[in-house]
């Protein structure tokens, strides 16, 4: 004779009894991280996302009454559709698209380099303002691989914030050293693209 | 004598030879992209950002005035910070935390498949509103894992959505079928976690 299949009883029990012991041990993890520290984040990869996790995390902070600076270092030409939700809060977040536009837009290198020094500069000022909680310093990581800012100054500022202020710094290509430097880093991987499918950028997923 | 080193000048004047020649590549690229679609996005792997470039994606199109449903299957237990934000934009944004929370919290097979169920429906129902744009269907994916849910069933109804809609499933783990099925995959993949270095969640960040 066949072994007979659990009831459903045994089933759910069994998966009781399962997740007690999950949750057992995941109170264990929660009770040794005791800690509050302000994060430096890196969001990298081929993959798309780095930018929008980091509005994400925008939202979020935004909704537990934190301020926020954003700063885009490449993306000043373009439109793009979360300015006009963060212009609903203008007293939680400062919203700063100063770069002139990709690179190869403008054709100028003079032209970015002072464009990326300007936007460098208001993300110092965010750091340094006790009531901003956190900053987004985004595509800051094509600006320093293509050397339009000095990586040993960046590094220095963002491992000497204050103890509380998270930074968010996207783009691909991050540097070795600040991903060395950085408490959370994610690597956002390419596993299928619809550009390849003939389909076009489209309002609300790539802008 | 040493070679002399190239002027400003002329690095700028390279500069702007190899911008130009990446921008006409870019151009015949992009000319080639001329399909708009409803896109099928799966965010998964174990590193973070999933649910925080769904987010994203979300703000984008609240920015461009399209409307969007957002139904979360395993964390209606917790608190979150967007929920917030997103009932600045009543009229753009249903949030329906349904989920009853992670499932080593419940330690109930029987309310989990109920809860998912339902949330399910209300995806369905989001899925079919023509005035609806964009669908999150947050940690589905965790759901199908536990296999609350019919694969099959939730393959059918995402492939066969209208054309213009787009649907994003979060949640690591995704099956291998719905990575098959779907236009646009990113894994998310952890590099480094502060919780390693005893930081714990924090608001902004984690929720």
Do not use: C
């Amino acid at each position: 004779m066949p072994e007979a299949s659990p009831s459903s009883e045994e089933q759910d029990a069994r998966h009781a009894a399962k997740m007690r012991k999950k949750q057992a041990a995941r109170d264990t993890i929660l009770a040794s991280k005791t800690r509050e520290q302000g994060l430096l984040i890196v969001h990298t990869g081929k993959g798309k996302g780095k930018t929008s996790a980091a509005l994400g995390m925008v939202v979020r902070a935004i909704g537990h009454g934190m301020k926020v600076g954003v700063v885009q270092f490449v993306k000043g030409a373009m439109h793009t559709g979360e300015k006009a939700v963060f212009e609903a809060f203008p007293q939680q977040v400062t919203f700063q698209p100063m770069g002139q536009g990709f690179t190869w837009n403008t054709q100028d290198r003079s032209a970015d380099i002072a464009a990326a020094r300007t936007a460098w500069e208001e993300v110092k000022r965010l750091i340094a303002d006790p009531d901003i909680a956190m900053v987004v310093a985004d595509e800051l990581n094509i600006v320093l691989r293509y050397d339009y800012l000095p990586l040993d100054e960046v590094l220095a500022v963002l491992t000497a914030r204050p103890e509380m202020k998270h930074v968010i710094v996207t783009g691909r290509n991050a540097p070795e050293a600040l991903i060395e430097a950085a408490d959370l880093v994610t690597e956002m991987t390419l596993v299928k693209h619809p550009f390849r499918a003939g389909v076009k950028a489209q309002p609300g997923i790539e802008f």
